[in-house]
């Protein structure tokens, strides 16, 4: 990927500047729509559970989030596609007002999918005609803008392979997302420890290549040595954590975790059925058996947390992850896997990205000197900082391109239903 | 209505009899095809409260029955559509196995509409070919059992339309179900009394004519003197309860019922929408002004009571009501509405049926004698006795022939989506 | 019991009257404080569930509603000992103004036990001195609201029993209520069914003696001819519907019945504690072995219903078991339970009367005819009448003299920590 | 405070180091009492919300401490005052078994607050006896566990105020836990800067002097330059952003904090009463006026963090506020309050410490290297890292002497019942 709004800072041709987004949002916006292909108008419009929103309110609110913050505001004569739809597709900006609540998406079975399907082809053409029109100084104040809402519907399609996978998982007929071909097996080595001194350094985000506002500012923080595991904990060693009775062993367990597994009677992670020594698990390309040396996923923060306990070591902090994974290429995570494949596969031994979103133990919070922005885009991150824990990595969900070592996800401890795993850290 | 079982007992020609079925069972099942003709397939899947089922559930559902109760086990080498369906689509028969939890009908996005379209074909052509190949013993045997799959299907015809109803209300397009032609307006007159003198009278269905199991056994019972009102609480009396303060006095409330309207701060009926001088109600022609003269409907026993109070007056027993009803008959009920209108009309002063269904303050019991049929067919009626009223009536959205003076609705008190109404009744 | 309103409509000499009522009240109030004397202020103070009221709010309620309803309107004079206990000790009188939520109850530490055996002793004091010098034209005419005074204060004797028995319950120290002896043991019999004609007959209560105003007025009503069984359902006979697996038996039970022991996972009677074979109960006479033929207690409806239905007989209605007790003596329902004794005894043949509430099939309703009263006293019974189902008989906690034939007590159907049981009946 | 186990290190008289525990452990002890001591039986037993532990709870469950980790394991022939004891009075120690679920401790009438002064007394003579009688080399070993000991019933003797004050508040009565003489008026000034230069740095609790675990380990850390405000946010400020709607603006709220305001319909801080211009709290000294200069408090962190965005800075990062408190006197934070107020006094300037517990914006966290320690004591604090921020302080409730620059208390965001305010911090 080529930063563009550091290459609008430096090109000589502002054509180059334009080619390249118009390009990247052309294809953008037709991956998501191609990613909703295999699905019925039905399952588009079903939510599971509150947190999943149906694939057509992604489809719409995607389309949203330009009309709104680009297309209105800067394409003169841009006239929303139909003005109801602020109400049904904002997702959580007050400063835009009322809006769906977000337990009663399902409840949207108007506009139907053909309709938004329109909505998307409107905003599509739109899109087209700013990036032809638009003049370069402004196209070049707006590229940060424009990154953003790139980098916002690269995240609803990932979230949008996480809930459809939820949707057809509660469905009695276990059918599969899709028919890829598996990855080669691969024999299962335990991890190496990957050792680093540590000491003050600077992290997040610095000014030049796009990046949410959530990774930076840019600051210096003093780190202690520490060692990280060359490769995500996987399903092998998870199924070692149950035989080893850790689902009934308290004292590996934060207090609200273990409340929380006694209450739900949990025995293993989210998509796992069967049982011990027969275990398979529900994945985008149907029911399978578990791959012992792929990366466990859909851990919860409570599971990934009791399984470091049980091994001794610990979850990493966000800036050891950070710091260790500005050697790796992101694109080098997903080498293994092959084209279409829509689960974790087999651990690569060469970086710290890919295969599941990796917790750290780090809280979600403001780095040092930040501020959220002002006005309605300043809702998309800073709201959230309480409650939530950082994410690192990118999963097999994640579209190329879309994470990097500053990138910070985040989640609430409790959830299961995002591909979510571990590495594990120690003190070195 | 041609009481086919009857028929089944007295004629000579017993191809009369098949004849007959085969009629009404192919206008019944095209009839539940066709409302659900103008609603789209996601229409068709949302399930947007734990009560409703989507519509596509009910077209599914009412073929399992027929498959389940009368294909397997009567037409030879019957095979079922889709063995998994069993479990999709069994409502709640305990003796026929687990089943799809009631609050997650709205996840089953597959089978998809146009597969359940596909069921019912399948099931249409089954049934028709049994109707043309069973023996005339077993056909007149089996006629009660036909007789309650019609009025079971019939049932689901006007819970089809209550829950699309519900699902259309939510959606902020407001969209209508019909553009059907309302119908004429008429003055509005108080409602006369009629009177009468009760005494020891028998109760119940008999054995002429078809009739639920809860209809019956007949059985004689004694009733004081007693008057009911020719027609229905209008929306205009009850707009008048609510100006004088009604959810606002709690002397008029049931216990249960002014708990709930405090908690959910309600101030007027389910569909109502607006205030006091504007009301608007929300309708399967779409929102439109409340017809000051029609029934006041989608009331919850709580309402139907507590109007009931405020006017001096009180709610009809069950007995009551039949005994009264015996002289209407039940197709004059709907002579007011034009054909297609699905809301209640104007009331006939001619007619104890029609328009809304009338909450009596008799609790869903068994008659003296009454027992469960043996089998699954028994968990229709029976196991539902408690905590449950009697309604009496039928609505604009029963299906023609369904009703008779015997027959009982029931719902729990807090119920208000359905079309439910009140006539008012005194002690004479 | 001598009816005083009836002494009082016929007495020549107007001070027997006065001399019966104050001897009734005085006995009644150091009743009541004597149910409290085994209790620490501690063990006054505790609602250990939402049902549950604490001894102490038992004490000042009952003081309360003399304090409104008889001393303040009618004792020239008279200060309310402490106008902040109107909102405290107020019950559910919607009329009087706003009060303690009820499951708030519990949060009352001040005033203490002490300040609330001071409010009572005000109260007794301004009783005594109200019976003194209150004149005989208004004393005949206060006669009746002074019984349902006594027989208020009477139910929440037994209330006070009921809810003590809860708290003692989730206590770990299992500790007794009492210790008196246990009554000896006796042969165990399978019931007689006693025969009864039915046809038309009069119910409920007429004008002599005292009555609720929900037990009137009385009206005609059709029985058809029934049995009841002679004594209740025994413990041995419960254990054995357990044994043959009845909470694993869907058929048996109504569908909210067995929704609720499949949610709460229900084995056996709420203070049913052990395993099949060795059943022991907790009671106010501390955990005791079951005894095999005294009536089973504490069922919910929905127990006392799947019982019937295993036994193939089924629930009485109300007015079946108001016939068949007015040949018994209420007074004889306790004969064989010493003194003191808690907990329903060994089945009495001879009494329809006690031991444990019985569970009719018939809904709480309002009789032909009945108005509640205007006032706050209206609300006493009639703002109920949903939802629940009438009990009949008394229990072993029940005040002697407090009940007769036509007493129609009532519980929702999950009430499970009243002393309720059952009596079969079936269609003769 | 002399640190007892630095003591314990260096002294040559082992006699003083035993003499300085047992006159704290003596002294301890008593203030625990005389804490409960204005309180009856009645107010000690109730649990008037989830969070709130009954005041006997704490009376005993202080004394179970202390007989469960040091008597029991250490004083030979200790036999425990009552085995049901552990089950009744452990708190969350999931390695000493089963016990009273949390919610249940209001039930607990049994054993009385009279059998519970007697546990006291039983484990006080115990302690003297162990303290007298143990070797010096085994009370050397043991002093860090008797710190602790010290330490945890401190804690329980802030929360049995905090506890007792919500009992008082939903009392009617409104009546107060003591009447002391409140503190003379102080003018109000806004808040002085101090500013600090930040840069790497140590922080946590060293090897010297008590601490609990998730003090330490004392680790390096960065911090850039900040400043602080002098003192507390005050009253006045908060009544200031309620005037200016901030309970309205969305924009000033986190997620969470927005959603549950709204939900809770909340306008101004817990114990608030009144209306703006107006505003009363109550107080342990009874409902009072609010004084205008004196710190709030009773926010929960939303509270906390939408002040701090409204007035344009942020609440500060737990090292921020540890580096900025070594200079300050814990024991002077108190200077301002006369003996026996329980209510945040007029801001001192010259202190960190005091009056209110300072919310953190760093989420309660394990320090680089922490480990829990093994068995049951090592469930104290670690297992609690998760969902909770960082208080620094203390508040007027906090026992004299408990506090440290390095202590970290710690709530969950929507506590409430706390004494917890803010100070402001900025970027410098």
Not at 17 to 38: E, F, I, K, N, Y
Not at 133 to 142: F, N
Not at 150 to 177: C, M, R, W
Not at 273 to 302: C, K, M, N
Request: include cysteine; glycine fraction near 8%.
């Amino acid at each position: 990927m080529v930063p563009v709004s550091a290459l609008a800072a430096a090109a000589s041709d502002a054509g180059l500047v334009r080619a390249a987004l118009s390009g990247r949002v052309t294809a953008l916006r037709a991956r998501t729509s191609a990613l909703a292909a295999p699905l019925s108008d039905e399952d588009m419009g079903a939510q599971t559970m509150a947190d999943v929103s149906p694939a057509k309110w992604h489809l719409a609110h995607t389309s949203w989030f330009w009309e709104t913050f680009l297309l209105e505001p800067h394409l003169p004569g841009y006239a929303a596609f139909d003005p109801r739809f602020a109400y049904l597709f904002n997702s959580y900006y007050e400063a835009l007002g009322a809006r769906q609540p977000r337990a009663a998406r399902g409840h949207i079975t108007r506009p139907g999918a053909a309709h938004v399907r329109a909505y998307r082809a409107h905003v599509d053409i739109a899109l087209a005609r700013f990036l032809e029109v638009c003049g370069e100084d402004v196209l070049a104040g707006l590229a940060p803008l424009i990154e953003t809402g790139i980098a916002h519907e690269e995240q609803h399609q990932e979230l949008l392979l996480t809930d459809i996978k939820h949707v057809l998982s509660v469905n009695p007929f276990n059918e599969a997302y899709s028919h890829a071909t598996p990855p080669p097996a691969v024999g299962e080595d335990g991890p190496d420890w990957l050792e680093y001194a540590g000491g003050l350094d600077r992290f997040g985000a610095g000014e030049d290549g796009f990046s949410f506002d959530n990774e930076g500012p840019a600051h210096t923080a003093w780190l202690p040595p520490f060692a990280l595991a060359s490769r995500c904990v996987t399903n092998a060693a998870y199924a070692e954590f149950i035989a080893d009775r850790g689902y009934e062993t308290p004292s590996l367990w934060l207090s609200d975790g273990w409340a929380r597994i006694q209450e739900q009677n949990r025995q293993a992670p989210f998509y796992w059925r069967g049982a011990p020594g027969e275990w398979r698990e529900f994945t985008l390309h149907g029911e399978r058996d578990i791959d012992p040396a792929a990366p466990v996923s859909h851990l919860d923060y409570f599971e990934a947390s009791a399984f470091a306990e049980w091994t001794g070591y610990r979850l990493p902090e966000e800036r050891e992850w950070e710091l260790a994974a500005r050697q790796s290429n992101p694109a080098s995570a997903r080498a293994m896997a092959p084209d279409g494949w829509l689960h974790p596969a087999q651990a690569d031994q060469c970086s710290l990205f890919g295969g599941v979103w990796q917790w750290t133990r780090s809280a979600y919070a403001p780095y040092p000197g930040y501020r959220a922005q002002p006005g309605a885009i300043g809702e998309y991150n800073g709201k959230f900082m309480c409650g939530q824990f950082v994410l690192k990595g990118g999963s097999a969900l994640t579209p190329p391109g879309h994470v990097r070592a500053s990138y910070r996800n985040f989640f609430p401890p409790a959830a299961q239903w995002q591909m979510t795993g571990l590495r594990l850290a120690r003190d070195a």
